[in-house]
C-alpha cells in the first residue's frame, strides 16, 4: 500500500459485528467475547431495532447525543440543542432503578434540515462543560445494528479494551495490508471501499431518505389534502345548497305574503268603492225625491207634456240640449204670464 492511504479512512454503511471490532474492517475472525456475544445475537436475529416502544419520531429527524453529563437534565439539553433548529421531541435515557442519566439521548427535529444542521454544527460542542458526541439515529437507519448491551455498539474507550470502528468518532483505518476478498465475501462482511476513501478530516454525510418514499409521502400529502380540498368543497357546495333553497323558501313565502296583502287591499278598495257609489246614488235618488216634492202639481202635469213635444219636435237632440231648451221654455213662459198679469192689472185701472 501506498503511503497516501495512511491518512485515508473510511465508514461503514452497514454493521457487522466481526467488521465493527476491527481496525481497518479485515477481521474474519472476533477478537473478544463481546464480539461473538454480538455475532450470536445478529445471527439468530434476537434484537430487533423497531420493537423498543420507548423509540418514536421520524428516524430520518432524530440525533444521537452522547457522552453527556450525568448532570444534564431534558430542559437544558433542550436548551442547547434549541439552538440548531426546532426541537419537536426529546428523549433522555434514564437507568430503570435509580431514574438517573444514563449519558445519552436522542432528539428529534421538526425538519431533516434541521437534523443535518445538528449533526454537523453540535458535534464535540460543550453541555454542561461535558464535550458531547453527535451521530444520527444508527438503531433505525443502520441495517444489522446491534446495541452496546449485547457486545455491539460504536467507539467505547481503551481502558475497556472492546473498542468498536467504523463510526463518526472511530473510523475504520484504510488497509494497509492485502485485503482477504474471499473470506469477507464468505462472511458477508462489506470490503473496504478501495479507491474511494474520505479524509479525516472530511464529516460523513448520514443517510438520506430514499426519493421513493419521499414520493410516496408526498403522493399521501398530495391526496390527503386532494381529500380535504374535495370535502371542503363538497360541505360548501351543501351549505350554499342549503342557504340557496332557505332564501328561494323565503323568497316564495314573501312573495306569497305580498300577494296575500295585495289581494286583501284591493278587496278592501272594492269595498270601499262600492260603498261610495251606493251611497252617492241614494242622495241622489234622495235629492230628486226632494225635488219633485217641491215641484207644483201644474209643473208635474205640465213636464211630461212637454218632454213628449220636445222629443217629438227634436227627435236627434241629446238629453242635455233638450233640458237647456225646456228650461230656456220655462223662463219664456213665466216672462210671458207675467206680462199679461201686468197689462190685465193697468186695465182694471
Not at 113 to 134: N, T
Not at 178 to 189: A, E, N, T, V, Y
Request: net charge positive; proline share 6%; hydrophobic share 20%.
Amino acid at each position: 500500500m501506498s503511503r497516501a492511504n495512511v491518512n485515508s479512512v473510511f465508514y461503514a454503511d452497514t454493521y457487522h459485528p466481526i467488521q465493527a471490532g476491527s481496525i481497518d474492517g479485515t477481521d474474519i475472525v472476533p477478537h473478544d467475547n463481546a464480539v461473538y456475544r454480538a455475532l450470536l445475537c445478529s445471527s439468530a436475529g434476537l434484537y430487533d431495532p423497531f420493537g423498543d416502544p420507548k423509540v418514536i419520531g421520524d428516524p430520518y429527524c432524530t440525533v444521537f447525543v452522547g457522552r453527556l453529563s450525568h448532570c444534564t437534565t431534558e430542559e437544558s439539553l433542550r436548551k442547547a440543542m434549541s439552538k440548531y433548529g426546532r426541537v419537536k421531541n426529546l428523549r433522555l435515557v434514564r437507568d430503570i432503578v435509580t431514574g438517573a442519566s444514563r449519558g445519552y439521548a436522542f432528539v428529534e427535529y421538526e425538519t431533516e434540515r434541521e437534523m443535518r444542521r445538528s449533526y454537523k454544527d453540535a458535534h464535540h460542542s460543550y453541555i454542561d462543560d461535558s464535550e458531547i458526541m453527535v451521530d444520527y439515529n444508527r438503531q433505525q437507519l443502520m441495517p444489522g445494528w446491534i446495541p452496546r448491551r449485547l457486545g455491539g455498539g460504536l467507539g467505547g474507550r481503551k481502558e475497556s479494551g472492546q473498542l468498536r470502528f467504523g463510526g463518526r468518532e472511530r473510523p475504520f483505518r484504510a488497509p494497509l495490508q492485502s485485503i482477504p476478498l474471499d473470506d469477507l465475501k464468505r462472511l458477508g462482511i462489506p470490503p473496504p471501499p478501495e479507491g474511494r476513501y474520505m479524509s479525516c478530516f472530511q464529516v460523513p454525510s448520514p443517510p438520506r431518505r430514499n426519493r421513493s418514499s419521499i414520493d410516496r409521502e408526498e403522493s399521501s400529502r398530495m391526496r390527503s389534502s386532494i381529500d380535504k380540498e374535495e370535502h371542503s368543497h363538497r360541505s360548501s357546495s351543501a351549505e350554499r345548497e342549503e342557504r340557496y333553497n332557505k332564501r328561494s323558501s323565503r323568497g316564495k313565502e314573501e312573495h306569497t305574503s305580498k300577494q296575500r296583502s295585495k289581494e286583501r287591499e284591493e278587496r278592501y278598495h272594492k269595498g270601499r268603492s262600492l260603498d261610495s257609489s251606493g251611497h252617492s246614488h241614494k242622495k241622489i235618488s234622495l235629492e230628486k225625491e226632494k225635488h219633485h216634492e217641491k215641484s207644483s202639481p201644474l209643473d208635474r202635469e205640465e213636464t211630461p207634456y212637454k218632454r213628449s213635444s220636445d222629443l217629438e219636435a227634436y227627435p236627434h237632440t241629446s238629453s242635455k240640449d233638450r233640458k237647456e231648451g225646456s228650461h230656456k221654455r220655462h223662463r219664456h213662459d213665466s216672462r210671458s204670464d207675467r206680462h199679461k198679469r201686468k197689462r190685465s192689472r193697468s186695465r182694471d185701472r
